[in-house]
Nanobody, 117 residues
Framework: QVQVVESGGGLVQPGGSLRLSCAASGFITTYYAMSWYRQAPGKERELVATFTSPGGGTNYADSVKGRFTISRDNAKRTVYLQMNSLKPEDTGVHYC??????????WGQGTQVTVSS
């Protein structure tokens, strides 16, 4: 059974940092992609960061460029999101998306990030 599990969220003051993790398991294929989304209260889910190629190219939402960094450990099938200089507008549930064989999509349960003083 495919599982996608996020962790690392929490409450942080503006200007602080958090590191989110997303671990995927339960599949055999080596053709998969993982990315980070978030959903703020009352808003639609939006893409935050993703890999654009197996070689490691990345793409970020304009609102997080220069502050967030996506990385991965292929051996552990885990992706990370390092979030620095956090702002109140970064508050929301952060989700990890897994796509297998470019066809099957799975979401994690999400991890809450709250940026507030």
């Amino acid at each position: 059974q495919v599982q996608v599990v996020e962790s690392g969220g929490g409450l942080v003051q503006p200007g602080g940092s958090l590191r989110l993790s997303c671990a995927a398991s339960g599949f055999i294929t080596t053709y998969y992609a993982m990315s980070w989304y978030r959903q703020a209260p009352g808003k639609e889910r939006e893409l935050v960061a993703t890999f654009t190629s197996p070689g490691g190219g990345t793409n970020y939402a304009d609102s997080v460029k220069g502050r967030f960094t996506i990385s991965r450990d292929n051996a552990k099938r885990t992706v990370y999101l390092q979030m620095n200089s956090l702002k109140p507008e970064d508050t929301g549930v952060h989700y990890c998306k897994l796509v297998l064989d470019w066809r099957y999509t799975y979401w994690g349960q999400g991890t809450q990030v709250t940026v507030s003083s």
